[in-house]
C-alpha cells in the first residue's frame, strides 16, 4: 500500500513571494490533515479535512494560508506571501474510520523562506 | 489545559543498555495515546495506540504503556538503528485535534 505522497520535499523562496504544496492520502483514507512542524517541536494541527469539508481550520493563518481538498482526495496547502517565520516542515496526514486514530505522515515538504 | 510533556529531551545510550521515554499528559477524558518515531527529514512514523490504564504494547524491541497519567516507552538492549525521535500525542479533550509532544531525541551509540 503506497504511502501519503507529498511534492515538493523541498522549497526555497523569498519573503513575499507565494508557495504551494501538495499531498496525495493513503487511498481510501477519507480525513487528511496538513501540520506545521518546527525544529525542535511536536507536529501543531493547521487544517484538517473530512473528505472535501474542513472540519477543523482554527489554527490556520487565514490571512496569508488556504488549502483546499477539491474532489476529497488530493489537497493543496498555499501561503501567500511568505514571512519569514513561515520556515518550516510542512507535513500532511491522513487517516480512515479504521485507523483508531492513527495518523499516517507523509515525508513533509520543508520550506525555507530567505 | 491540555498538555503533552515528554522527557528527557535527549537520551544517550550504549547499545544493549535498556531504558525508558515518558510522556506525561493531561486531557479529560482520554482517548488514546499515540507513539510515533520519527526519522531526521522524515515524517513521524506510527508505532502503537494505547486506549486504557496498563494496556500494553509491543514491537521489537520496543514496549509502550500506559497509565492514567503518562505513558513509558520501554527499549530493550537497543540497536544503533533505533537512534530517532520519539514522540507521543493525545486528542485533545473537546475535539479530535492531536496534540503533540516535544518529543524524545534518543541517540544509541555501538
Known amino acids: 500500500e503506497a504511502g501519503v505522497v507529498q511534492s515538493p520535499r523541498y522549497k526555497i523562496i523569498e519573503k513575499k513571494q507565494p508557495v504551494a504544496f501538495w499531498c496525495n492520502p493513503i487511498?481510501?483514507?477519507?480525513?487528511l490533515y496538513w501540520y506545521l512542524q518546527n525544529l525542535g517541536q511536536g507536529p501543531e494541527l493547521l487544517i484538517r479535512?473530512?473528505?472535501?469539508?474542513?472540519?477543523?481550520d482554527s489554527q490556520l493563518p487565514k490571512d496569508r494560508f488556504s488549502a483546499e481538498r477539491l474532489k476529497g482526495v488530493d489537497s493543496t496547502l498555499k501561503i501567500q506571501p511568505a514571512e519569514l517565520g513561515d520556515s518550516a516542515v510542512y507535513l500532511c496526514?491522513?487517516?480512515?474510520?479504521?485507523?483508531?486514530?492513527?495518523?499516517?505522515f507523509g515525508p513533509g515538504t520543508r520550506l525555507t523562506v530567505l | 489545559e491540555d498538555q503533552v510533556t515528554q522527557s528527557p529531551e535527549a537520551l544517550r545510550l550504549q547499545e544493549g543498555e535498556s531504558s525508558s521515554l515518558n510522556c506525561s499528559y493531561t486531557?479529560?477524558?482520554?482517548?488514546?495515546l499515540f507513539w510515533y518515531r520519527q526519522d531526521p527529514g522524515k515524517g513521524p512514523e506510527f508505532l502503537f495506540t494505547?486506549?486504557?490504564a496498563g494496556e500494553e504494547k509491543e514491537k521489537e524491541r520496543l514496549k509502550a504503556t500506559l497509565t492514567k497519567k503518562e505513558s513509558f516507552l520501554h527499549i530493550t538492549a537497543p540497536k544503533p538503528e533505533d537512534s530517532a525521535t520519539y514522540l507521543c500525542?493525545?486528542?485533545?479533550?473537546?475535539?479530535?485535534?492531536?496534540?503533540f509532544g516535544t518529543g524524545t531525541r534518543l541517540q544509541v551509540f555501538p
Open positions: 496526514a491522513s487517516s480512515s474510520r479504521t485507523s483508531g486514530g492513527a495518523l499516517f
Open positions: 487511498s481510501g483514507h477519507n480525513t
Open positions: 479535512y473530512e473528505n472535501e469539508e474542513a472540519v477543523d
Open positions: 486531557v479529560s477524558g482520554l482517548r488514546g
Open positions: 494505547l486506549y486504557s
Open positions: 500525542a493525545v486528542p485533545a479533550s473537546n475535539t479530535d485535534k492531536l496534540i
